[in-house]
């Protein structure tokens, strides 16, 4: 289990008081699945996205990746923890605009200090599992919005986290390409074995969710049996 969230409660400054918003939350994501987060607006939802990245402390409660428990860390440390375990895909690419996609994904690899060789080759394989071989050498403004999406999602696979935080990644799509990105990253978090939560306000990609957890005024709850089971005999790998 490479992510877990054990009594989480975050609050935020009201004027004279504090507002909830995680009241004792807790949430453990299978490795190889996929869970959706689902609610309405302001109901908690990117709270618990940024907690799980470790970009907030939470009030109380601990938040565990890949076995180890963050309570304590220093800003440091949660850094370091984020390059190497945690995989995050923004609601917007964001790519830089100058660089061309096998680029946005080399960049990220070399910070982490990696030889520039290295870093090119799991960027080119990156690419190709995402589809995008073909358009490695282009930049941002030669992408459609479902490409750009792509780069995005591969960007946040490029130092094999164990932990992959998606963050409405269709909202800027329209249906057939939403559901492309959807379908992509199911099938890369089988491969990887990632822990994966996709917070989402599209209920028809639910169907590729392995647990749905429904979060409202900031408490959480999870169905009696995940959506569609993990399927356990399937083979899982990551990519190198």
């Not at 302001?42 to 938040?63: E, F, M, N, Q, W």
């Not at 080119?124 to 599992?129: G, K, R």
């Not at 490409?147 to 409405?168: F, G, K």
């Not at 306000?201 to 408490?219: F, K, N, P, Y």
Request: net charge negative.
């Amino acid at each position: 289990m490479s992510l877990a969230l054990a009594d989480i409660t975050l609050t935020y400054p009201d004027g004279d008081t504090r507002l909830t918003a995680l009241d004792k939350v807790s949430l453990r994501v299978p490795d190889g699945g996929v869970t959706a987060v689902i609610g309405p607006s302001g109901s908690g939802k990117s709270s618990l996205l940024a907690v799980a990245a470790t970009l907030i402390r939470p009030d109380s409660g601990t938040v565990t990746v890949d076995g180890t428990s963050t309570t304590g860390m220093s800003h440091g440390e949660l850094t370091e923890l984020r390059r190497h375990k945690i995989g995050i895909v923004f609601q917007q690419p964001n790519l830089l605009p100058s660089l061309t996609a096998v680029e946005q994904l080399q960049v990220m690899a070399q910070i982490d200090g990696r030889s520039p060789a290295k870093a090119r080759a799991r960027s080119l394989e990156l690419l190709d599992a995402v589809g995008l071989a073909d358009e490695a050498h282009r930049r941002p403004h030669q992408l459609s919005g479902g490409q750009r999406q792509r780069v995005n999602i591969a960007r946040a696979l490029m130092n094999e986290p164990t932990v992959l935080l998606v963050d409405e990644p269709t909202s800027a799509l329209d249906h057939e390409r939403g559901a492309a990105v959807i379908d992509l990253i199911t099938r890369l978090t089988h491969q990887q074995a990632t822990a994966t939560v996709l917070v989402t306000h599209d209920r028809t990609h639910l169907t590729a969710a392995d647990q749905i957890a429904e979060v409202h005024d900031g408490r959480l709850a999870l169905p009696a049996a995940p959506h569609r089971p993990v399927e356990q005999d399937a083979p899982v790998h990551r990519l190198r």
